[in-house]
């Protein structure tokens, strides 16, 4: 619809920002709701970082979500700062709220645990999780299923002491297992997850072998190009269910879209082929 000087504003900060599916995501929202609103990609240098975020309730913006290299440093440029955000040591979506404040969040984690749950029959006292990998992505699916529950959280990443450093921070249910131990983890796991970038078009493929892995456990990839990853290929053909990346992506949108726009919007099979469209 044609803005009006009502319109409500948000958008992306990245740097670079141009390969972020946000705007593609959200302006299908928009228009599929006829929100008078506008979502935009803003290509912000680090270095401005503090200041643009600062300029927003300046320029009438709700909020804005934070890509790469942002997120991190959006911590400490919040004015609030929700406790799971923290815990992840990201923010990756900012509300303005009504005195004009910047309050942080991160929907990583929730993003994951709906699409998790979306997706397949998982539940969080199924049994122990393994992780693959110890980047941010793998912070927020730890402290997701830590905070949903789950027992016994293992970590496996090439760099021992990355995983043994977000074990240590997020205590509990999390520890650290060897990468080279990655395949035996398996045994007894409820729930595999791949938060590495083995397996996407132009990186490594992963290796591992799925034998000690139960048939009904979840497996869950977190890189979506491509959809269908060698690892989820092979956990199909061994019968197990098979999560895609695709979805986590899609639904941490949807808090921000809601605190924005005022409509809480749905993660449907139209959505997902519309965001496909812009990943080809
Ligand atoms: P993100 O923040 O998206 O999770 P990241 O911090 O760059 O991204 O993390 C990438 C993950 O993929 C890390 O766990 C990384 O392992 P290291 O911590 O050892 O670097 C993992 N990864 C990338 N390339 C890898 C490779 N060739 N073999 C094993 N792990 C790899």
Redesign the pocket.
């Given at each position: 619809m044609t803005l009006t000087g009502k319109a409500r504003l948000a958008g992306v900060m990245g740097w670079p920002v141009a390969h972020s599916q946000s705007p593609r995501l959200h302006g299908y929202w928009l228009s599929q709701h006829d929100v008078d609103g506008a979502y935009l990609p803003l290509a912000v240098q680090p270095d401005d970082l503090a200041v643009a975020l600062r300029a927003l309730p300046a320029l009438g913006f709700r909020g804005v979500n934070l890509t790469?290299p942002h997120k991190e440093r959006a911590v400490e440029l919040c004015d609030e700062v929700s406790e799971p955000a923290r815990r992840i040591g990201a923010v990756n979506t900012i509300v303005v709220d009504a005195d004009n404040r910047l309050v942080g969040s991160n929907t990583d984690a929730f993003g994951f645990l709906a699409n998790l749950r979306d997706a397949s029959d998982w539940r969080a006292d199924a049994g122990p999780a393994v992780l693959?990998?110890?980047?941010?992505?793998?912070?927020a699916v730890a402290v997701a299923l830590s905070d949903a529950g789950v027992e016994s959280i293992a970590i496996a990443?090439?760099?021992a002491r990355?995983?043994e450093a977000l074990a240590e921070t997020l205590g509990g249910a999390v520890h650290a297992v060897p990468?080279a131990a990655r395949s035996d983890a398996l045994a007894d796991a409820a729930l595999l997850v791949n938060?590495?970038?083995?397996g996407m078009r132009g990186?490594?493929p992963?290796e591992l072998d799925l034998d000690a892995l139960p048939t009904q456990a979840v497996v869950n990839d977190?890189v979506y190009a491509p959809l269908e990853t060698p690892l989820l290929a092979a956990a199909r053909a061994r019968g197990n269910p098979a999560v895609d990346g695709l979805g986590m992506l899609l639904h941490q949108a949807r808090p921000g879209f809601e605190a924005w726009f005022g409509v809480r919007p749905e993660v449907t099979p139209a959505l997902r082929d519309f965001v496909l469209g812009g990943l080809n």
């Open positions: 790469l693959l990998g110890a980047g941010g992505a793998s912070r990443n090439r760099t990355r995983a990468w938060t590495t970038t083995l990186q490594p992963l977190i």
